[in-house]
């Protein structure tokens, strides 16, 4: 990122005299709601940025960081404390890479609030004489503002891109001819459903659309992703899940029962050649063996915004909310101090096992330090089945006997959860999950806690 020098900025700051910028400070100080109102009516009218804004917390929220933007932006006194206001800067930079805010709308947004300045300084009698001047100060500051918060998105989004590339190559690697064996497997075991359902004379609409399989999820959720550098055979497999579906949910509900055969045969058909082209898929994968966790081979922390991120995105544009569960095991020092850490690693090593076995194939499991782990619950309904999903783990580890070197151990967990509420920065739903977590190993630990409220 660009290293800014603090002397030099302000020499430069320097070339507007002080009366000038205190004058410009106490025109605008006073107009920040205004401007931060008028800045979010007008991006809010704007296709492009209406998808970063709708949330009615992020909305709300960032109308008063705006407001705090620009009073620091304009005082001349935070200006003069060369390092802080940077900081701030890069601050935002960094928020609007997390979120994959576009640069574009960010210079969008700052020719806005230059036209109601402009505005404001051509109605106001004491700028009278200096209202060209006061403009180019005020163009100058916002433009001195973007560079900073361009430089450190910039930053910010080569690290993110860096990535998830290296998730994309780590994930078409991990185990990959078993991956190709288990995913063949759930593709046979929808077909197998399916037939059977139809020769048992089972109701249609209570066959699974293969979208909703294991299959589906897998691929919707990590396939998709893995793959993304291979069109031509992910937009086959796509279009052939979306085929098949139709056929079941729509075509063979109203079908005539000679009918039926030849749309069975349309589904087989489709069923193949989504086998040719998960099998040309895994088989132009390379091995590669990182961003593990070295102890329990879980995804590490490396991936988690590159994942959540991803999730985020699939859930606003296609409105299928999915859920984190953060699980902390209770009191896991007693078993260091009494077992040893050879004892620990064991029971860590076996509880990730417990997590992978009790997920969906499209589901992430992570370790993600010490004795914490998230789950990511994709495609969850509601709340209430993130919250029912978590109580089954929680009874299953508590029923479970870990064995060690010496000998079994019981434990439980507290897990906290939080279901994704539209919040395009993952940050918030880590933090939401992280208090609901507190919530419950404060609360008496070996329990389930959302946020607000026990559940």
Known sequence: MTTYDKNQW?????????????????????????????????????????????????????????QDWLRQLFNTAHQQRAQQFFDT????????????LPVHLVLRGASVLKTEIY????????????????????????????????AAYSSSHDRNTKAQESYRLFSAVVNSEAEKEKQNKALLDWENEFLFGITIGDHLTNIIKIRDSDFG???????????????????????????????????????????RIDLIKEVRRNIRIIQLNIDELFNKQSKLESGRDDLTKLLSRKFLPVILNKEIDYSIKNNKPFAILGIDVDYFKTINDSYGHEAGD??????????????????????????EFLVILVDIKNLENAVRVANQLREQIARESFITPKGSVNITCSIGVMIHDGHPNYMHMLNEVDEALYRAKRKGRNQVVVKEQQA
Not at 21 to 47: C, H, N
Not at 248 to 257: G, I, K
């Open 10 to 66: 302000l020499e430069q700051l320097e070339r507007f005299p002080i009366s000038l910028r205190t004058s410009v400070e106490k025109l605008l100080i006073p107009q920040v709601g205004y401007l931060a109102e008028a800045f979010y009516a007008k991006m809010l009218s704007d296709e492009d940025t209406r998808f970063f804004l709708t949330h009615e917390e992020v909305r709300n929220r960032l109308v008063f960081s705006m």
């Open 89 to 100: 800067q890069n601050h935002v930079g960094r928020i609007h890479a997390r979120i994959n």
């Open 119 to 150: 505005e404001l300084l051509r109605n106001d009698r004491n700028l009278e004489k200096n209202r060209l001047v006061g403009f180019f100060y005020c163009s100058w500051m916002m433009d001195q503002a973007m560079e900073m918060m361009s």
């Open 217 to 259: 999820l897998w691929f919707t959720h990590k396939g998709m992703h893995i793959f993304e550098t291979e069109k031509k055979e992910t937009n086959l497999i796509a279009q052939s899940i979306e085929a098949i579906d139709h056929i079941v949910a729509d075509q063979l509900v109203n079908s005539l029962p000679e009918q």
């Open 346 to 371: 064991t029971v860590l090593n076996q509880l990730g096992v417990l997590l992978t076995q009790r997920s969906r194939a499209g589901d992430f499991v992570f370790r993600i330090g010490g004795e």
